[in-house]
């Protein structure tokens, strides 16, 4: 098993410009949730979904949209790049029966 | 909303010293989650604790989970470089999404 897998690891974006950050996992986990974390920071929650089709917005959601089409992939779409989004990104997901996260290793991410 | 806070932010020790952080939630937690996050790496989860003044010891770590179930702690025993990261707890407010604290980073001198 590959668990959860992020694309890319590392990206520079110009302001304005826009990506979608990938995260596919293959453990056939219901809940998927998208964190970013700044320097020296805890995990801030953006974005999660409890099935595919269903999607809610997490603490900081300004900035970012996701979709949640089938149960293995959760992207993270960033429209007008700011470089109050420079961050690293990470990707988790969890099973139904427990809590316990799994994260992808992460996508760096700065936008100069 | 729910807040999980993480004491200190910070701690320096020599190889072979103890180490403890604490994490204290604003409301009463279902149960409390550690993870651990290598320099450049992602969080780990090490450990779940879910019942009132429970303990769990895996090697040198000691969890424990305080009787009201709004506080939690990681002790390390005598560290060991490997030790070196960021220990976060995080805790579930009901059925929402786990709320992390910001984290303990712990640095080892050899």
């Known amino acids: 098993n590959a668990g959860v897998t992020q694309t890319p690891k590392f990206r520079i974006l110009k302001i304005g410009q826009s990506m979608t950050l990938q995260c596919t996992q293959d453990?056939?986990?219901?809940?998927m949730y998208w964190y970013r974390q700044d320097p020296g920071m805890g995990l801030k929650l953006i974005y999660y979904?409890?099935?595919?089709?269903?999607?809610d917005k997490g603490e900081v959601p300004n900035g970012y949209n996701v979709s949640r089409s089938t149960t293995e992939d959760f992207p993270l779409r960033l429209e007008l790049a700011a470089p109050s989004q420079t961050s690293v990104y990470f990707c988790?997901?969890?099973?139904?029966?427990?809590?316990?996260?799994?994260f992808g290793a992460g996508s760096r991410l700065t936008v100069l | 909303g729910q807040q999980v806070m993480q004491i200190p932010q910070y701690q320096h020790v020599q190889e072979g010293e103890d180490f403890t952080t604490y994490c204290n939630s604003s409301?009463?937690?279902?149960?409390i989650q550690w993870y651990k996050q290598r320099p450049g790496g992602h969080p780990v989860f090490l450990i779940q604790?879910?019942?009132?003044?429970e303990v769990k010891k895996q090697k040198r770590l000691t969890f424990q989970f305080g009787e009201a179930k709004k506080n939690s702690s990681l002790h390390i025993t005598a560290t060991q470089t490997t030790d070196v990261g960021t220990y976060f707890c995080?805790?579930?407010?009901?059925?929402?999404?786990?709320?992390f604290g910001k984290g303990t980073r712990l640095s080892v001198i050899a």
């Open positions: 409301t009463t937690l279902s149960n």
């Open positions: 988790a997901s969890r099973s139904g029966g427990a809590n316990v996260l799994t």
């Open positions: 995080a805790g579930p407010p009901g059925n929402t999404p786990l709320v």
């Open positions: 604790l879910v019942k009132s003044g």
């Open positions: 979904s409890v099935g595919a089709g269903i999607t």
């Open positions: 453990m056939n986990h219901n809940y």
